[in-house]
């Protein structure tokens, strides 16, 4: 429960301040860590109220526990939900939705491109269960959308060429039909954006990134209703069981409490990078919401709050160029993960996509030459002296 006057505050204090207060047991002031997997009930007949829903409690960690409810609570403050729902990592959250929000010929359409695992996970697993999956246009969302669509999915912005889509009208379509709008709002955070504002249902977080903060946990979260919440941690994660752990949610916790601040690091931080990789005779294109010229710029300013912190360039060389920038880096670490503190950089091509359809990934913008940079807390000058010496060492 947010704190007593907290609900009419501004971001950065209810990033401080929401779901916490002290702790009702010992007054401990950080949220405490309830390291068990299960909770004695203390009565038969309470124990037949709790596992049939009729009286709020814990029982066993898979599905609640004290230290992951206080994040699910803060989170889904932050986003301006009823309710949250955490696990283990953030494909745990989007397979826990989709198994129990579709079924075979409900389907799901989805805004591309996307992060290689949300893909795959549509298109290599859903489709094996009967769930039909479709690539719609969102110049023509309309017309892909019909009766039997149950999840309209999109990315804010997309993993890794950073378009953007229009919340209120892929949520408007997909309300349309009667389907849910769900947006995984990783790379903005609820700082940037806060998708429910502009109409959609459901908010997807990988928690490992960002909101994390620092490398050291997995996880993943969802925001919305408090009921489809209620039926998410009933069906998707006590059947499929990707519980969060006490300490990671703890760590979950933490970061958010510094989150407006490390974002807005990044976020200065990335227009200093983007500025300086765009000037370069050996970058093709940067992709980055904050220029002016970018397709969805002015769609940027009316959905986020600033243009965050991650950048993808093109190398006019191809995947050579790009290998050769990336092995020469020095303060980013080549890793696929992104929004911690330390910068980190990665080959999407021949990593986070490289199971996905290689026609689908040129389609999408997934090129041999394409790098995804998430700009770190760093210093901004030396970030940009390690750019310009990886392009030109």
Not at 34 to 43: A, E, K
Not at 232 to 254: N, T, V, Y
Not at 284 to 298: E, I, R
Request: aromatic share 6%; net charge negative; charged share 20%.
């Amino acid at each position: 429960m947010v704190p007593s006057g907290m609900s009419d505050k501004r971001i950065g204090t209810r990033a401080v301040h929401a779901g916490a207060g002290l702790d009702p047991t010992t007054g401990a002031h950080a949220t405490p860590i309830v390291q068990t997997s299960t909770f004695g009930y203390r009565s038969f007949a309470r124990g037949e109220r709790l596992f049939a829903g009729d009286e709020e409690g814990y029982l066993y960690s898979r599905v609640g526990n004290p230290t992951v409810a206080a994040f699910e609570r803060s989170l889904a403050d932050l986003e301006g939900a009823e309710a949250g729902v955490a696990f283990s990592s953030g494909m745990a959250a989007i397979a826990a939705l989709a198994f129990t929000v579709l079924a075979p010929g409900r389907q799901i359409a989805y805004l591309g491109p996307l992060y290689g695992g949300s893909e795959g996970l549509f298109l290599e697993v859903l489709q094996r269960f009967g769930v039909p999956v479709r690539a719609v246009d969102a110049d023509d969302l309309d017309r892909g959308l019909d009766p039997a669509t149950g999840i309209v999915y999109l990315e804010t912005p997309t993993n890794p060429t950073l378009r953007l889509h229009d919340l209120r009208a892929a949520a408007d379509a997909a309300h349309a039909v009667g389907a849910l709008c769900v947006a995984d709002n990783t790379f903005s955070t609820p700082i940037l954006t806060r998708p429910l504002e502009h109409g959609a249902d459901v908010v997807v977080h990988s928690a490992t990134k960002y909101l994390g903060g620092h490398g050291d946990a997995l996880g993943g979260v969802l925001a919305g209703p408090a009921e489809l919440m209620a039926e998410i941690r009933m069906e998707g994660l006590r059947h499929l069981g990707g519980a969060l752990g006490p300490l990671e949610a703890f760590l979950f916790i933490r970061g958010l409490k510094t989150l407006p601040l490390r974002i807005e690091r990044h976020c200065a931080n990335a227009r200093r990078v983007a500025e300086t990789l765009r000037d370069h005779p050996s970058v093709a294109a940067v992709h980055w919401p904050g220029f002016p010229d970018h397709p969805q710029h002015d769609l940027a300013t009316r959905q986020m709050a600033d243009f965050g912190g991650m950048v993808s360039l093109e190398l006019t060389g191809g995947k050579p160029a790009a290998g050769r920038f990336l092995d020469r880096l020095t303060l980013f670490t080549q890793a696929v993960s992104l929004g911690d503190v330390e910068s980190l950089a990665t080959h999407p091509a021949s990593t986070t996509h490289q199971l996905l359809d290689p026609e689908l990934r040129l389609r999408e913008g997934v090129t041999d030459g394409l790098v995804r940079l998430s700009v770190g807390i760093e210093d901004g000058d030396d970030l940009v002296e390690d750019v310009l010496q990886a392009l030109t060492g």
